[in-house]
């Protein structure tokens, strides 16, 4: 069984930078074709990927959020790290990590998600 | 504004059935596998049709998955109020990565 779960702060302030971890089970980021990715949901709206680490450490990352975003591993840990830099009320939303094998473009498990506000 | 296009709202009667649409572009969808997430009140995203048409264990078969060129659809029978959810499409984009529809919300009235 895979299970997920993302812990960091509910709450940052504006231009402060956000550090999230997503620890894991199940799996291994040491075992080919496994990766871990982040997605966020703002408040009553759509899902946002945000960026992805694979085992071989090839990252992706959203195109519009590229310059703001940093994931890293630590598979002694089975953790994944993402950093987003220069935080605003808009990046307000639940941010979940999730499991993806290589190639599949599916996201086969999900974190419970965790809710970060942006407020001063 | 979300890259895959997805109606709002679908509505249906228990034990009727509805399908959901999911429409991209050449550089997503026309390429790569698409997949469906249900997501229940307050919860977390779950995958439920991956490649396209699969169905991942302890999925029913009344949840289904089609492809055709640039669109998709999911499709669920024997409807049950339980299946009252958002609905997502997802898949690869070679210019955006992975990409989501805006979600559809299933009343089951």
């Known amino acids: 069984q895979i299970t997920l779960k993302e812990s960091g702060p509910t709450l940052v302030k504006p231009t402060q930078t956000l550090t999230l971890t997503c620890s894991f089970s199940g799996i291994s980021l040491s075992t080919s074709a496994v990766g871990v990715g982040w997605i966020r949901q703002p408040p009553g709206k759509a899902l946002e990927w945000l960026a992805l680490?694979?085992?071989?450490?090839?990252?992706r990352y959203s195109p519009f959020l590229k310059s703001r975003l940093t994931i890293t591993k630590d598979t002694s840990k089975n953790q994944v790290v993402l950093t987003m830099t220069n935080m605003d009320p808009v990046d307000t939303a639940t941010y979940f990590c999730?499991?993806?094998?290589?190639?599949?473009?599916?996201?086969?498990?999900w974190g419970q998600g965790t809710l970060v506000t942006v407020s001063s | 504004q979300s890259v895959l296009t997805q109606p709002p709202s679908v509505s249906a009667a228990p034990g009727q059935k509805v399908t959901i649409s999911c429409s991209g572009s050449?550089?997503?969808?026309?390429?790569?596998?698409v997949s469906w997430y249900q997501q229940l009140p307050g919860t977390a995203p779950k995958l439920i049709i991956h490649?396209?048409?699969n169905r991942p264990s302890g999925i029913p078969d009344r949840f289904s998955g089609s492809k055709s060129g640039t669109s998709a659809t999911l499709g669920i029978t024997g409807l049950q109020t339980g299946d009252e959810a958002d609905y997502y499409c997802?898949?690869?984009?070679?210019?955006?990565?992975?990409?989501f529809g805006g979600g559809t919300e299933l009343t089951v009235l």
């Open positions: 490649e396209n048409n």
């Open positions: 997802g898949t690869w984009d070679t210019r955006l990565g992975w990409v």
């Open positions: 050449s550089s997503n969808m026309g390429k790569n596998y």
């Open positions: 999730a499991h993806e094998t290589y190639g599949s473009g599916s996201f086969y498990a």
């Open positions: 680490i694979y085992w071989n450490d090839d990252h």
